[in-house]
């Protein structure tokens, strides 16, 4: 897989939130989505003690959840971190990434916000947009935006809003369990939205792509760590 679309990532914050203004405007918030056989989950995760990231991504069969692909990426982020820009940190690692992947997936859902954003261009809406690819963002937590708790059953949800504008949900995904945020990414509705993270989490709160990618990023992670080499005797001068 590679973007349709490029920009330079080598910007300073101040950049970074006019290029996110300018990319904003090209997220489509209707349905423009085929038919949906295979589905991705991307997640990213920070090593706790330098600038090293994971990256990684499972791909599944739409209806059973099954893996059929899995894949993983070890970088070192460049850009600072910025609250608002995190996309900037993550996705030169996930392009790297998803260049590596054979099954394209038709529909991708993120760990992290589409346009429940300030900007209305978290991650999965800025992947979306870059690889002009039906995105769906699924964050553990709320970023912006006010809500009402959804009743306790699965499948209930409210709307969250920013403003007079409805910029996600708060969807419940197993019954008294906290909700998980919805929001468009991009070519997804956020009704579409909504029903695909459902289908994702039959049994636990994170949808399945998420857990899944998440899980292969640790293994990934620990592989790594017990192939390295030992550190050598010290140098003396």
Same mark, same amino acid.
């Given at each position: 897989?590679?973007?349709?679309?490029?920009? *330079?990532?080598?910007?300073?914050?101040?950049?970074?939130?006019?290029?996110?203004? +300018? %990319? !904003?405007?090209?997220?489509? =918030?209707? #349905?423009?989505?085929?038919?949906?056989?295979?589905?991705?989950?991307?997640?990213?995760?920070?090593?706790?003690?330098?600038?090293?990231?994971?990256?990684?991504?499972?791909?599944?069969?739409?209806?059973?959840?099954?893996?059929?692909?899995?894949?993983?990426?070890?970088?070192?982020?460049?850009?600072?971190?910025? *609250?608002?820009?995190?996309?900037?940190?993550?996705?030169?690692?996930?392009?790297? +990434? %998803? !260049?590596?992947?054979?099954? =394209?997936? #038709?529909?991708?859902?993120?760990?992290?916000?589409?346009?429940?954003?300030?900007?209305?261009?978290?991650?999965?809406?800025?992947?979306?947009?870059?690889?002009?690819?039906?995105?769906?963002?699924?964050?553990?937590?709320?970023?912006?935006?006010?809500?009402?708790?959804?009743?306790?059953?699965?499948?209930?949800?409210?709307?969250?809003?920013?403003?007079?504008?409805?910029?996600?949900?708060?969807?419940?995904?197993?019954?008294?369990?906290?909700?998980?945020?919805?929001?468009?990414?991009?070519?997804?509705?956020?009704?579409?939205?909504?029903?695909?993270?459902?289908?994702?989490?039959?049994?636990?709160?994170?949808?399945?792509?998420?857990?899944?990618?998440?899980?292969?990023?640790?293994?990934?992670?620990?592989?790594?760590?017990?192939?390295?080499?030992?550190?050598?005797?010290?140098?003396?001068?």
């Amino acid at each position: 897989m590679q973007p349709v679309l490029q920009h *330079p990532w080598d910007i300073t914050p101040s950049q970074a939130i006019a290029l996110q203004q +300018l %990319l !904003s405007q090209h997220v489509i =918030r209707q #349905d423009q989505v085929g038919a949906i056989t295979r589905i991705a989950g991307i997640d990213v995760a920070y090593h706790k003690d330098n600038d090293t990231l994971i990256a990684s991504i499972v791909v599944v069969d739409a209806q059973s959840l099954e893996v059929i692909e899995e894949r993983a990426w070890a970088d070192t982020t460049v850009f600072p971190y910025v *609250p608002g820009l995190f996309s900037f940190r993550e996705l030169p690692s996930i392009i790297k +990434l %998803l !260049s590596t992947v054979t099954c =394209r997936p #038709d529909l991708i859902i993120c760990d992290g916000q589409g346009i429940a954003h300030p900007r209305r261009l978290g991650l999965a809406s800025h992947l979306g947009v870059l690889f002009d690819i039906p995105t769906i963002g699924c964050g553990k937590s709320r970023y912006i935006g006010e809500f009402t708790p959804p009743a306790n059953d699965r499948g209930a949800r409210s709307d969250l809003v920013d403003g007079d504008e409805v910029i996600g949900a708060a969807l419940r995904t197993q019954q008294n369990i906290k909700p998980v945020f919805v929001s468009v990414g991009h070519r997804v509705s956020l009704e579409t939205a909504c029903q695909w993270v459902l289908h994702a989490a039959p049994h636990y709160r994170l949808p399945e792509t998420t857990r899944l990618a998440d899980r292969y990023g640790r293994q990934f992670h620990e592989q790594r760590t017990a192939l390295a080499p030992p550190p050598g005797p010290p140098t003396v001068c």
